[in-house]
């Protein structure tokens, strides 16, 4: 049998042609166009677990906080030392029975101002929210740390949660029937807590959750105003309404939030679904 020349046969390969070559490039960005949102949904997914972890392990310190407080929730702050300038964020009152302030921070919070989503907040106005409130930030009027702790005495330096804050009056209007009593894990103020005891629905109770703090940047820097983030303070404030407050629920995990209930338990919910009665500790 005759062979060819080692040379010859060499000289006999097919490169590739650009329309092959073409074609490889485009296969390889259609997968690319695919898996990249599958990845990001993965990463997304994971972030959201990461921080429903973090709300079950502030449940267990609030569980730890009520025993040695006779069944009394925190409230939104305390005074230090008998002086009104000085006070400490419910985070910051926490710690000691957390012993980790990472576990404050949603791993998916906006570190930075931002303009909101339209679905959620259409009108914001000049107003830029911030998922994650730091003490490093700005220094600002109200001139407190990252949970809104009066600075030099914060213990918890970045907040991403706020509370159920609503006091009795802080619904709208034609919520609830005229002389009816509802609120949220306070009474009349946001600093005067409730009791476990006075908790009628506390697995249908919304109690802390993620959240962001919102405010013109041209004056404050969203991002320093810890005492804003710390609680959802008004039925307005929740995801039942899409208007531009100080502070408000965050949907930061495909379109909803995670949430911890009264008794502990731990719920993804999605924006706007929510019901006035899931705020308020009575029973409806």
């Known amino acids: 049998m005759k062979h060819l020349p080692v040379a010859h046969r060499a000289s006999t390969r097919r490169a590739f042609t650009l329309i092959e070559l073409l074609v490889v490039i485009a296969i390889i960005a259609l997968l690319a166009a695919i898996l990249f949102p599958v990845f990001a949904r993965a990463r997304e997914n994971a972030r959201k677990s990461s921080c429903s972890n973090n709300l079950k392990q502030i449940g267990l310190g609030l569980m730890q906080y009520q025993q040695d407080f006779d069944g009394y929730y925190p409230g939104s702050e305390q005074v230090i030392d008998a002086n009104p300038t000085r006070r400490m964020s419910w985070p910051s009152i926490m710690l000691p029975y957390i012993k980790n302030g990472q576990v404050f921070v949603c791993p998916s919070g906006e570190k930075s101002a931002f303009a909101p989503n339209p679905l959620y907040i259409p ?52 919520t609830w029937p005229t002389g009816t009593i509802h609120n949220g894990f306070v009474t009349t103020g946001t600093t005067l807590s409730v009791n476990e005891a006075e908790v009628e629905d ?7 959750m993620d959240a962001w703090t919102g405010t013109d940047p041209a004056t404050n820097n969203p991002c320093a105003l810890g005492n804003s983030i710390r609680g959802i303070q008004a039925e307005d404030r929740t995801d039942r309404l899409p208007t531009a407050t100080a502070s408000k629920v965050a949907a930061r995990h495909f ?5 911890m209930f009264g008794d502990g338990h731990i719920k993804f919910l999605r924006w706007s679904t929510t019901k ?9």
């Open 202 to 208: 506390s697995a249908g109770t919304i109690h802390i």
């Open 123 to 174: 009108s914001p106005g000049t107003r830029r929210y911030c998922g994650v409130t730091d003490s490093t930030a700005t220094p600002n009027s109200f001139g407190t740390g990252g949970d809104g702790t009066a600075l030099g005495f914060e213990k918890v330096y970045q907040l991403s949660y706020g509370r159920n804050l609503i006091p009795t009056g802080g619904w709208v209007g034609t």
């Open 276 to 284: 006035a009665g899931d705020w308020s500790i009575q029973k409806d």
């Open 255 to 259: 379109d909803g939030f995670n949430a």
